[in-house]
């Protein structure tokens, strides 16, 4: 199993310019999770996906959309980059059983210009 | 709503010394509980959780944290540090139920480990 995996790793962006971030999971977990990690702040929830076919704000938002385009992926865009978006990007999923593990993937580092 | 604080940005402790990192969280529910581990340039692994039952958890690496319910803390320990525990150490809160897994994370703490 490869967990979760995102793509890109490391992109550079002008301000205005969009992208999508690439998030999937081979575990079956049902729901799916959009992070930002800034320094001193933790990590903070963008957007999560509790199921297929469903999509929720988290805490940060603004500037970004996502979404689940099946059981194993779920993706963020940014529609117009601002330099205040330059983070570092992480995907999780939770396990369906238990006390609800998050598995993270390894991250995307975006620096927008 | 729910929140976790840990206390200390940055934690230095000498190789073979006892750890201890400290997280409070506030929760109006009986919360899950979380410590993540973050080496440089990874993603966040987790190291233990405590969901219900036992309130001594123990975790990968050696590491375990004890739930106090009566101080809302969930503090990790390490009886002797290792120059590979030095990482980022993230506590986290969820709730449970319809709160769909969403985890609140604390601040971090950058453990250092010295020879």
């Known amino acids: 199993n490869a967990g979760v995996t995102q793509t890109p790793k490391f992109q550079v962006l002008k301000t205005g310019q969009s992208m999508t971030l690439q998030c999937a999971q081979d575990?079956?977990?049902?729901?799916m999770y959009w992070y930002r990690q800034d320094p001193g702040m933790g990590l903070r929830l963008i957007y999560y996906?509790?199921?297929?076919?469903?999509?929720d704000k988290g805490e940060v938002p603004n500037g970004y959309n996502v979404s689940r385009l099946n059981k194993r992926e779920f993706s963020l865009r940014l529609e117009s980059a601002a330099p205040s978006q330059t983070s570092v990007y992480f995907c999780?999923?939770?396990?369906?059983?238990?006390?609800?593990?998050?598995?993270f993937g390894p991250g995307t580092r975006l620096l927008v210009l | 709503a729910q929140s976790v604080t840990q206390l200390g940005s940055h934690v230095s402790v000498s190789e073979g010394a006892l750890v201890l990192l400290r997280c409070n969280y506030s929760?109006?529910?009986?919360?899950?509980l979380f410590w993540y581990v973050q080496y440089p340039n990874q993603g966040l692994q987790l190291l233990l959780k405590?969901?219900?039952?036992?309130?001594l958890v123990k975790g990968i690496n050696g590491f375990e944290a004890e739930f106090k319910k009566s101080e809302t803390s969930f503090h990790l320990t390490k009886p002797s540090a290792h120059m590979s525990d030095a990482a980022e150490y993230f506590c986290?809160?969820?709730?449970?139920?319809?709160?769909?897994?969403?985890?609140?994370f604390g601040q971090g703490t950058i453990l250092t480990v010295h020879p």
């Open positions: 999780a999923s939770r396990r369906q059983a238990g006390g609800e593990t998050q598995y």
């Open positions: 575990m079956n977990h049902n729901s």
């Open positions: 996906s509790a199921s297929e076919g469903t999509t």
């Open positions: 929760s109006s529910v009986p919360p899950y």
């Open positions: 405590y969901t219900t039952g036992a309130t």
């Open positions: 986290a809160v969820s709730s449970g139920g319809t709160s769909y897994g969403k985890l609140t």
